[in-house]
C-alpha cells in the first residue's frame, strides 16, 4: 500500500514476496534514485494488521558521477577594449569545468553561469 495506509501501490521500487517469510526486496539499480512511501498490510485468516507508515529511498547515481575538476586552467586576464572584435573564449564545453565517469547512464543536460 502507499504511505497514506489505504490506496494500492503501483510502484516497481519494493516487491514483497507471495510466500512465507514474505522477503521484500528493493531496487538497488534505479540510476536516477527514487523515493517512495509504504505500508504493509499482513492478514492471518480473515484478520488484518496494518503497518506504520516507512519511507524507502535510493540517492541517485548520478549524484557521484559528475565531479569539479580541481584547477581547471590558470586565471585568465583579459584587456579592456571600448572595441570588442571578438569573444574570447574560456573553455572547451563543460568538460573544462567536470570530469563525468558515466556519461552513457548520467549524461550532463544542462549547465549555467551562476
Known amino acids: 500500500m502507499k504511505e497514506d495506509c489505504k490506496t494500492p501501490s503501483t510502484s516497481k521500487n519494493v516487491k514483497i514476496e507471495d510466500k512465507w517469510p514474505f522477503k521484500i526486496t528493493t531496487d538497488q539499480q534505479s540510476i536516477l534514485g527514487y523515493e517512495d512511501g509504504f505500508c504493509l498490510e499482513c492478514f492471518i485468516g480473515e484478520d488484518k494488521t496494518i503497518s506504520k507508515p516507512f519511507k524507502l529511498s535510493q540517492t541517485s547515481k548520478c549524484l557521484t558521477t559528475l565531479n569539479a575538476k580541481k584547477d581547471p586552467f590558470s586565471p585568465v586576464y583579459f584587456d579592456f ?8 573564449n574560456i573553455g572547451n564545453g563543460y568538460k573544462t569545468f567536470f570530469k ?15
Open 81 to 88: 577594449s571600448a572595441v570588442i572584435l571578438d569573444k574570447h
Open 100 to 114: 563525468n565517469t558515466d556519461d552513457i547512464n548520467c549524461p550532463v543536460d544542462k549547465c549555467e553561469v551562476l
